[in-house]
């Protein structure tokens, strides 16, 4: 006679089944840590998260096989808020996102803790937005855009997201509002301390909001970027 609820123990099944090609990065990255973020699946393991923490490592392994080197142990005070928010993330791209982070601190010492407390507060809006500014400028950090080109990279980024409004060259109080959150977060920043009247246009990414896009993105991705930078960049020459 077999002990314990049959579903229960199919989850367990099923969870070892898929957790074992993982267990060899989970060992590396989070050592004896493992066991208390929930990375050992017991027959508790609710199913929903289950699944999303087979697929951020999935991901994670996939980043980490695109650097070419070998994962290293994450701190435990980095390692743990990021496995936190990104097993209960809903959203694919999102975790994406996350999967990066976690794939970048296991390679690199580029990630701070902050980034998890930061990449949990943002939405994907938000987050594109951030992204399509970061491109901008990628690969210098210190570049800076101008209030016109702010101003069209913030209207493109605005009738994708948000097809069913039509900005008449304003901004519905939505986009004010992300705008808003990314400067509270310390993402965007007013470099040139004006004061005059609030435009959202005006704003920057800041040094700070550059590394954390780096952080969240795959290396395959910001290669990809560099190498049209760098095709860009040699075009204006000839």
Known sequence: MTDGDPLKTGIGAAAEALMKPLTDLVEKIAGPAAEELGLTFQDHVRAFRFKRQIRLLQKVKEYIAETKQEPQRVPLKVLAPIFESAT???????????????????????????????????????????????????????????????????????????????????????????????????????REGSLAEYQLWRFQISEFGYDFVSACESPHTLRQALQKAAKTNADLRT
């Open 88 to 190: 209960l993330e809903e959203d694919d791209w999102l975790q994406d996102r996350w999967a990066a982070l976690l794939a970048n601190g296991a390679t690199s010492d580029g990630v701070r803790v902050s980034y998890a407390e930061v990449l949990k507060q943002l939405t994907r809006h938000e987050m594109t937005l951030l992204r399509k500014v970061f491109f901008e400028v990628f690969p210098s950090r210190y570049a800076s855009i101008s209030p016109a080109r702010m101003r069209t990279l913030i209207e493109e980024w605005d009738v994708l997201n948000f097809p069913e409004l039509d900005p008449l060259g304003t901004f519905p109080h939505s986009v004010s509002r992300i705008v808003e959150n990314l400067v509270r977060l310390g993402l965007f920043s007013d």
